[in-house]
C-alpha cells in the first residue's frame, strides 16, 4: 500500500510540473521511500 500511495504521490507531481529539476528529486525521495516501505 504505501508504495502504492508513492507512486501514486510521483504521478501527481508528473502531471503538475511537465519538466523540472525538483520534481524528479521529488520522485527519486519518492522511490527511495517506496524501498524503505517494503
Request: proline share 0%; glycine share 0%; aromatic share 16%.
Amino acid at each position: 500500500l504505501c508504495s502504492f500511495t508513492t507512486r501514486v504521490n510521483a504521478d501527481v507531481y508528473f502531471i503538475l510540473v511537465d519538466n523540472s529539476r525538483e520534481l524528479r528529486f521529488l520522485i527519486e525521495i519518492d522511490l527511495y521511500s517506496q524501498h524503505s516501505c517494503w
